[in-house]
């Protein structure tokens, strides 16, 4: 791997190009590479097998966006817990307005590098979805919430 990034390094040197964008391989091949670090010039890097923030975006190894997503949920779900303590004592449009402000942007942040992700991520933000809508218009948690959401209009349309 080292060789190869000098040989890719080299070259890029001479021919004068620069490296747009990469591939991942598929996770069975991920997993056949295993190394804790690699030697680029003469400079020594780690690899990170945990998750990083980058742009307000949490990436792991895979660029699954697994992780994202349950940083997304974890933020979520405190930030529905604390207006819950305090939704008795504002209106139904203030309600939801703060929960367009605080919950729908954090679900809308970086929603483009969700494209393509599987179904079952998707459906995490989707019950993050129906339960804001749930706290706004105090529907009851086995109610229908299809309704509800298109009653609620632009920001609170199924996540799919």
């Not at 970086?110 to 809508?133: F, I, S, W």
Request: net charge positive.
């Amino acid at each position: 791997m080292q060789r190869c990034i000098a040989s890719i390094s080299n070259w890029m040197r001479l021919d004068k190009l620069k490296l747009n964008s990469y591939e991942t391989g598929t996770k069975p091949q991920l997993n056949k590479i295993k190394f804790d670090h690699i030697k680029v010039g003469h400079v020594d890097i780690s690899v990170e097998t945990t998750a990083v923030l980058n742009l307000g975006a949490w990436f792991d190894c895979n660029l699954c966006m697994s992780t994202h997503i349950n940083k997304i949920c974890q933020s979520v779900y405190y930030h529905l817990h604390n207006i819950r303590q305090i939704r008795k004592c504002i209106t139904q449009d203030s309600a939801k307005l703060l929960v367009q402000a605080v919950i729908m942007a954090r679900i809308d942040s970086c929603n483009g590098l969700l494209y393509n992700v599987p179904a079952a991520h998707l459906y995490k933000l989707q019950r993050l979805q129906n339960t804001a809508a749930r706290l706004v218009t105090y529907t009851p948690k086995f109610d229908d919430i299809t309704p509800v959401l298109f009653n609620l209009h632009v920001h609170w349309l199924p996540i799919k």
